[in-house]
């Protein structure tokens, strides 16, 4: 695991073991201000199918935009506030989304590109 990446993970054990990530914070290592207050972690929690329909209503055919969208809900966080964002700890949010959401493999086409450029 990435040392600037850290997740809550509650395990529950029974006859069917799960492993469940209910968030990721991401450690910048260019502070940033959000919503006017410098700060050096962002947590994202887990998204809700409302989270991807809101964003693809915010920017329709803009897979950045939706991605951005999604990113913003998910940390309570204005999207403008993460344009600002040193482009490495953007990718390492992004890194820290799809290991939510288990690398999308359930994610409708246009929601499939959001990330390419950290790759």
């Known amino acids: 695991m990435d040392s600037n990446v850290g997740s809550n993970v509650n395990s529950n054990v029974g006859s069917d073991v799960v492993d469940r990530v209910d968030s990721v914070s991401v450690k910048l290592n260019y502070p940033v ?18 989270d991807m329909r809101a964003a693809q209503k915010i920017a329709p055919g803009d897979e ?6 999604i990113f913003a809900a ?7 506030d993460l344009e600002g964002m040193d482009l490495g700890d953007y990718h390492r949010v992004q890194d820290a989304y799809f290991r939510l959401t288990s690398a ?16």
């Open 104 to 119: 999308g493999t359930h994610q409708p086409e246009n929601a499939q590109g959001a990330g390419k450029a950290a790759a």
């Open 33 to 50: 201000a959000f919503d006017g207050v410098v700060r050096d972690t962002l947590t994202l929690r887990r998204p809700k199918v409302r």
């Open 64 to 69: 950045e935009g939706q991605e951005l969208a």
């Open 74 to 80: 998910l940390a309570g966080v204005s999207p403008n």
